[in-house]
């Protein structure tokens, strides 16, 4: 590691926690706890429910070991919002045997939490029981929602055209051969990134001095924006983050390349910087501009590792960005806060609704946990409607973290796009490719990296999430999940596609401590398919990903040598033939019974995901 290396991880983690001033505005009341709580116990699990709040945004799980306390937040290791979007919940924190009391508060913003509800407890079993799991198959809930389609994170874009090498491998070719599988695999149609404005493109510059005019130069913009439409996508114009000559202080920096984070020194050469880059990508680019291309302003300004000024002077930017935008055409889409941990969302809509000023979609950015339902501050604000765009999420905020490499990531990706589907325009995971540089260049092939695939392009746990999504059927089918964990530990979706029926289930809890798996929460499911032609015959397909299955982890722990950190040719060419969806058995014909039905037994360990085929 580089002493910048090393220099850019201190700063970040000694100032990556701490927020850029308090919650400064909004309207967000106190909500009433939930009702009807109930604790049930299972194997090495208790599954909590309850019913819905209205205007709640989510609800936080407490726990104590008596029901009058002492309480405290149930915490899963996620390290960022730990509240759910909604029931049911499923606790493997506990111990077999051990009673464990819960209440559970409704949160009308991330920062308001209201009051416990009535406590429960419950003692998990020692033992686990089955989990069935009903498909029907004559069903039709409407088209299956795809909320990993609409956007995909990457490093920052210039990055794309880096012809540097990592582990031997081209990074921009790597970088670019991961975005335009992301377009070509999983259906995905823009990228967001940072630093777009970023001194590497030399887009401002001041030759003469403060006192002189500006110069701004867009042709290195031009080249990554070219790249980026070249791979069939469009960009999410993230503005960010402030060039050195129009820094009100250059020495605020953040990640190893020094992105500046502090306010522009002039509003008004701020102003004329975003509005001259928008009018030359609508010159240069037309009318798709503003019929898919979008612009969020600025990144994770209520963490002060990305903004060295107040909260107010974030609305100031976001008002005079936006202004600039829309004076170039009132059509073009703008939105924010793109905050850090669910934040800022009250307070900007809030501050929208003083001020007059638009906000086109909300963003925010949340890991560890499914995403918050924002629907209810957007219709306390006559906003109903407005896109909801995620445009950072992912299992874990931590840098060289080693579960961004495990199958515990995929699954934790298919819980909350499962949990997003119907409220969530837009769900962008946090990012495409471990070719990523923030706090230094991977340091070996498999080191805790953000992406979806690694270094020297073999797709990791997390992409085989995706694309088994993306494999499911048009029509989404009605599931039912009963047993011990079903619906809370082990989930489902259901499609169909003509004669095609095709069952997505996996196995999972929101606990990281336990990442690497448990044999106590391994669960047998029972699947039975029904609303089918009695008596026919069809091919079952069982693709997995599990500890023993297209798992690059495992397949690069048999064949690395201690203290090997990249591959050789040799182990190259076995890594690729690696890179595979398995099969968790040959494929086989089943029939349906007299009453139209197709059973199917699946051991699913914990963490785990199967992926049926009937056809």
């Not at 726990?63 to 509240?83: F, S, T």
């Not at 009051?115 to 998990?124: N, Q």
């Not at 989990?131 to 409407?142: E, I, N, T």
């Not at 306390?380 to 905020?397: K, N």
Request: charged residues 25%; glycine residues 10%; hydrophobic residues 40%.
């Amino acid at each position: 590691m580089t002493d910048a290396q090393r220099d850019a991880r201190a700063d970040w983690e000694s100032r990556i926690g701490l927020r850029t001033g308090v919650a400064f505005a909004g309207n967000a009341p106190e909500l009433p706890p939930p009702d009807g709580l109930v604790a049930v116990p299972g194997g090495s699990q208790v599954t909590l429910d309850w019913k819905p709040v209205d205007g709640a945004v989510g609800y936080q799980v407490h726990v104590a070991d008596g029901p009058r306390g002492p309480w405290a937040e149930l915490d899963h290791a996620g390290r960022d919002v730990l509240a759910v979007p909604h029931p049911p919940y499923v606790d493997t924190t506990g111990e077999p045997g051990a009673e464990r009391w819960y209440a559970v508060a409704s949160l009308s913003d991330v920062y308001v939490v209201g009051e416990l509800s009535e406590p429960v407890s419950a003692v998990p079993l020692a033992t686990a029981g089955p989990v069935v799991l009903d498909v029907d198959a004559a069903s039709d809930l409407g088209e299956l929602d795809r909320p990993w389609r609409p956007m995909i994170g990457a490093e920052h874009l210039s990055h794309a055209l880096s012809t540097d090498t990592t582990g031997g491998r081209v990074v921009g070719e790597e970088l670019s051969s991961a975005l335009r599988a992301a377009h070509d695999e999983l259906g995905v149609t823009h990228v967001r990134a940072h630093a777009i404005l970023c001194d590497d493109l030399a887009v401002y510059r001041e030759p003469d001095g403060p006192d002189g005019d500006p110069v701004h130069d867009f042709s290195g913009v031009d080249r990554v924006f070219d790249h980026v439409r070249s791979l069939g996508l469009y960009p999410v114009v993230e503005l960010s983050f402030m060039p050195h000559d129009l820094a009100s202080d250059p020495s605020k920096t953040v990640f190893e390349y020094g992105a500046i984070v502090s306010p522009p020194r002039d509003w008004g050469r701020w102003h004329d910087l975003v509005r001259d880059l928008t009018a030359h990508l609508v010159e240069r680019y037309g009318d798709e501009v503003v019929e898919r291309w979008s612009f969020e302003v600025w990144n994770e300004a209520n963490l002060e590792v990305f903004w060295s000024g107040t909260p107010e002077e974030y609305l100031q930017l976001y008002d005079v960005t936006v202004a600039a935008v829309r004076s170039v055409d009132d059509r073009l889409v703008v939105g924010g806060p793109s905050s850090a941990a669910a934040g800022w969302v009250e307070e900007l809509l809030a501050h929208a609704e003083e001020a007059d000023v638009p906000v086109d979609f909300v963003s925010t950015h949340t890991y560890g946990s499914p995403p918050l339902d924002f629907r209810p501050t957007l219709a306390r604000y006559g906003r109903a409607g407005t896109p909801i765009w995620w445009t950072e999420w992912g299992v874990t905020p931590t840098h060289f973290n080693e579960v961004s490499d495990a199958v515990f990531a995929g699954t934790f990706l298919l819980r909350g796009m499962a949990s997003s589907m119907g409220r969530i325009e837009a769900l962008s995971y946090w990012v495409v490719s471990d070719h990523f540089e923030e706090l230094g260049r991977p340091p070996a092939l498999l080191h805790g990296g953000f992406g979806l695939r690694t270094v020297g392009e073999l797709r990791k746990p997390r992409w085989w999430a995706l694309a088994m999504l993306e494999r499911l059927g048009a029509r989404r089918l009605a599931v039912t999940l009963t047993g011990d964990g079903g619906g809370s530990l082990v989930e489902a979706l259901a499609a169909a596609s003509g004669s095609e029926t095709t069952v997505l289930l996996w196995n999972l809890t929101l606990d990281q401590t336990k990442a690497a798996g448990s044999d106590a929460l391994a669960r047998s499911v029972e699947v039975r398919v029904s609303g089918l032609a009695a008596g026919t015959t069809y091919t079952l397909r069982h693709e997995r990903v599990d500890q023993h299955h297209s798992n690059v982890a495992a397949a690069w722990d048999r064949l690395r040598e201690d203290g090997q950190d990249w591959p050789d040719e040799e182990q190259w060419v076995q890594l690729r033939a690696a890179d595979r969806l398995d099969h968790a058995e040959p494929e086989r014909e089943v029939t349906a019974d007299g009453s139209g039905v197709v059973t199917v037994e699946v051991e699913l360990p914990m963490p785990a995901m199967s992926l049926l085929t009937l056809s």
